[in-house]
T-cell receptor
Framework: AQSVTQPDIHITVSEGASLELRCNYS??????LFWYVQSPGQGLQLLLK??????LVQGIKGFEAEFKRSQSSFNLRKPSVHWSDAAEYFC???????????FGAGTRLTVKP | NAGVTQTPKFQVLKTGQSMTLQCAQD?????MYWYRQDPGMGLRLIYY???????DKGEVPNGYNVSRLNKREFSLRLESAAPSQTSVYFC?????????????FGDGTRLSIL
């Protein structure tokens, strides 16, 4: 079955430090990959998406992610974290002509002053 | 600029009661979805509607029914609520159900079943 794994349940970083959130997927064909962010009491907001082409994709709020087919990974990065980035981050995967989007369990990010 | 609107935002039910969660989108999207979010499990798809007039089961459909009332509205019904259905429910929509369209989410309905 298709699945998404986010190995880190909770990450704490200092403001201004770099960030990498990990995501691995399990699926045979070429996936469509997404990162969403959720602030407390809110719905999910799309950060970025990958369908094909350049494996490094840029998103909103200074985030980027890199698709590595050989590692089945789609890790999210940010060079310098801001206090407002504290939230929960979800990786999601689907594929061509499919409505069944699968989400990882999420990584909660805490930012220390 | 409403996007996806869910009502109610909070609800407490007793076991065995029924309830309908409402969802409406104003983006003229074709596809709509219902998810539940439980701690440590991410979001799981309950039902979706690829287009007006169609609905299909997702990963966790048992205990739920849906109705695509028109292009804008997609409701989720719990006929006989159970404590295991305590969760946060999210409605989402996308332009099409082709996989490559991002989904837009409402703010959720927090449902407690006693």
């Amino acid at each position: 079955a298709q699945s998404v794994t986010q190995p880190d349940i909770h990450i704490t970083v200092s403001e201004g430090a770099s960030l990498e959130l990990r995501c691995n997927y399990s699926y045979g064909a070429t996936p469509y990959l997404f990162w969403y962010v959720q602030s407390p009491g809110q719905g999910l907001q799309l950060l970025l998406k990958y369908f094909s082409g350049d494996t490094l994709v840029q998103g909103i709020k200074g985030f980027e992610a890199e698709f590595k087919r050989s590692q089945s990974s789609f890790n999210l990065r940010k060079p310098s974290v801001h206090w407002s980035d504290a939230a929960e981050y979800f990786c999601a995967v689907t594929w061509y002509n499919n409505n069944d989007m699968r989400f990882g369990a999420g990584t909660r990010l805490t930012v220390k002053p | 600029n409403a996007g996806v609107t869910q009502t109610p935002k909070f609800q407490v039910l007793k076991t065995g009661q029924s309830m309908t969660l409402q969802c409406a989108q104003d983006m003229n999207h074709n596809s709509m979805y219902w998810y539940r979010q439980d701690p440590g499990m991410g979001l799981r798809l309950i039902y979706y509607s690829a287009s007006e007039g169609t609905t299909d089961k997702g990963e966790v459909p048992n205990g739920y029914n849906v109705s695509r009332l028109n292009k804008r509205e997609f409701s989720l019904r719990l006929e006989s609520a159970a404590p295991s259905q305590t969760s946060v429910y999210f409605c989402a929509s996308s332009e099409a159900g082709t996989g490559d369209q991002p989904q837009h989410f409402g703010d959720g309905t927090r449902l407690s079943i006693l």
